[in-house]
């Protein structure tokens, strides 16, 4: 038992030197990229526009480019990649030389007024861009070449679903109330399509117009119910609306394929989130019931048995 404990943690120091190692040599690479590339980024796309939205904030600022030229560098280009930050944080002068270049190369930077946190990359975007492809991205990954062209090819497939990279299936208890987050199942190897589909966003996940409930933009209600989780409030909208989320099958191991930048979860909404025991799950309570949205989990899960 000993023995295998062992070899257990062998195998996981390795990888997360591997993963070290892949985190600078891509870094140093994207780096290199952003100050001397000039090739666009961007494309058009028919018939329907397909635009990336990130959000990022002060702590990160500088080192948001990486992902940037990560999105930059995608086999199949979007039509636009829209970096929104808030007028209350930043202005013009404070927007960092490397990033202003990459605007030269197809990169959009959104000033806004309220900065509605994690919402912000969505919120804004689904107001300007109401009849777009919409791709939600996190400002801390590396993403890999090919992940526009899987999550597009999914759409293409079945364009009345939400696609997603990475998620958890929600689980429920033997009483049909929610088990917490943490014992839902994580997915991010096999294929996966129905409403229990939790998307999480640090891998993207494609939108389409129409997905949500109309009170997707009920910003009272989101900053009330769910201040720092916009995952809880996006799955909730498109339950509410009644949208299948499908999860692509995984390739690889996925800190391999979606390294976070160095350093940059030592400042996370994520880990914010985290230090409130239970945060997530009261959150993910909170919206639910006041949605009503705990019949449409039973009816599902009664027909999904054994998952």
Known sequence: MFKKLRQEKRQRRALAESIDRRVEALTQ?????????????VQRNAPRELVVSLTSFSKRIHDVYLTIESLLQQSHAPDRIVLWLSAEEFGE?????????????????????????????????????????????????LYPQDMVDQLYRAHLKAPEQIHCTRGHRIRLDEKGELLPYKQWWRRNDDR?????????????????????????????????????????????????????????????????????????????????????????????????????????????AANEPGL
Not at 29 to 41: K, N, S
Not at 231 to 251: N, P, Q, Y
């Open 192 to 300: 996966d399509s129905s409403l229990m589909i939790f998307p999480t966003g640090v891998g993207g996940v494609l939108y389409f117009p129409g997905c949500f409930d109309d009170d997707i933009a009920n910003v009272e209600a989101f900053q009330r119910l769910a201040p720092n989780a916009d995952d809880v409030w996006l799955k909730a909208m498109s339950l509410k609306k009644g949208t299948v989320c499908t999860m692509l099958e995984g390739r690889g191991v996925w800190m391999q394929r979606f390294p976070v930048i160095a350093g940059s979860q030592e400042v996370s909404l994520k880990r914010r989130n985290k230090r409130k025991r239970s945060g997530n799950d009261e959150q993910i309570q909170a919206v639910f019931e006041t949605y009503d949205l705990m019949p449409v989990l039973r009816a599902v």
């Open 29 to 41: 690479r994207f780096e290199a990229d952003a100050l001397h590339r000039r090739e666009p980024g």
């Open 93 to 141: 002068d404070d927007i960092p030389a490397i990033l202003r270049r990459q605007c030269e190369r197809g990169l959009e930077i959104e000033f806004v007024e309220k900065d509605l946190g994690p919402y912000t990359k969505f919120f804004y975007a689904l107001q300007k861009y109401p009849e777009a492809l919409l791709l939600t991205v996190d400002d801390d990954i």
